[in-house]
C-alpha cells in the first residue's frame, strides 16, 4: 500500500503546544492541591516497575506528552 502525497496536509506549525513533562510529584499532593479530585481520568504508565500517571484532562488537549525519566526519552501519546 502506498500514500498518495497528494491528499496529505501539511502544516509548518503544530496545532496543539507540545506537552513538555518535566517532572511528576504523587497523586496524593496533588489531592491535597485541589488540582486532583480523585475522581478524574488518570492515563498511566510504568518504566522500570515505577508507576506514572498524566491527567486525563491534559492529554485530551495536549494528545502527547513528552519527557526523560531516568535520562531517557519518552513520548506517551492519547
Same mark, same amino acid.
Given at each position: 500500500?502506498? !500514500?498518495?502525497?497528494?491528499?496529505? !496536509? !501539511? $502544516? &509548518?506549525? +503544530?496545532?496543539? &503546544?507540545?506537552?513538555? *513533562?518535566? #517532572?511528576? *510529584? +504523587? %497523586? &496524593?499532593?496533588?489531592?491535597?492541591?485541589?488540582?486532583? #479530585?480523585?475522581?478524574?481520568? *488518570?492515563?498511566?504508565?510504568? $518504566?522500570? /516497575? +515505577? =508507576?506514572?500517571?498524566?491527567?486525563?484532562?491534559?492529554? +485530551?488537549?495536549? $494528545? *502527547? %506528552? /513528552?519527557? &526523560?525519566?531516568?535520562?531517557?526519552?519518552?513520548? !506517551?501519546? =492519547?
Amino acid at each position: 500500500m502506498s !500514500i498518495d502525497k497528494s491528499r496529505l !496536509i !501539511i $502544516h &509548518k506549525k +503544530t496545532k496543539f &503546544k507540545p506537552f513538555e *513533562v518535566s #517532572s511528576f *510529584v +504523587t %497523586a &496524593k499532593q496533588l489531592i491535597g492541591d485541589g488540582i486532583l #479530585s480523585g475522581q478524574e481520568g *488518570v492515563l498511566v504508565f510504568e $518504566h522500570h /516497575n +515505577t =508507576f506514572y500517571g498524566l491527567m486525563t484532562k491534559q492529554m +485530551t488537549y495536549h $494528545h *502527547v %506528552a /513528552n519527557g &526523560k525519566l531516568d535520562n531517557e526519552s519518552f513520548m !506517551i501519546s =492519547f
